[in-house]
């Protein structure tokens, strides 16, 4: 084969604003929820190898997390009282929103997910931490 020269595309430049929700619900809600469930799936998987994969992930998740708050402290900052409530009603909705229950029976067991209730509780718990009611 043959390499190609990488060329950068140009993207559309975005207000801080414009990217505040996307922030705010993948990377404040959905990798804090990863990082959460990834830590319990890496005490809890039935398999040493899995465990050890998990381990890797809730580190890379956590990383994620933690950039995604920082950035959206950085960019709340900037926002005026009626932006900042709209962000806050749109991680609300997406820490209601997440999936707590497709996978059951043996897989669940076997990749050290908690069940359903489980997984909501832990969703709540991490809203109350995080500071988003759901």
């Known amino acids: 084969g043959r390499v190609l020269p990488w060329r950068r595309s140009r993207l559309p430049v975005r207000s801080c604003l414009a990217i505040a929700p996307e922030k705010a619900i993948e990377g404040c809600v959905h990798d804090a929820f990863g ?21 890797i992930i809730a580190d890379d998740e956590c990383r994620h997390a933690a950039l995604a708050w920082d950035v959206h402290g950085w960019l709340m900052g900037r926002a005026t009282p009626e932006e900042r409530s709209v962000v806050a009603e749109l991680q609300r ?29 832990r969703a709540a718990a991490l809203g109350k931490e995080l500071g988003i009611a759901a």
């Open 93 to 121: 909705q997406a820490l209601a929103s997440l999936d707590h229950g497709h996978v059951e029976g043996a897989t669940r067991r076997a990749l050290g997910l908690p069940d359903a209730l489980a997984l909501r509780a």
């Open 35 to 55: 990082a959460a469930l990834a830590v319990v799936q890496a005490n809890s998987a039935a398999d040493a190898e899995l465990r050890d994969a998990f381990r």
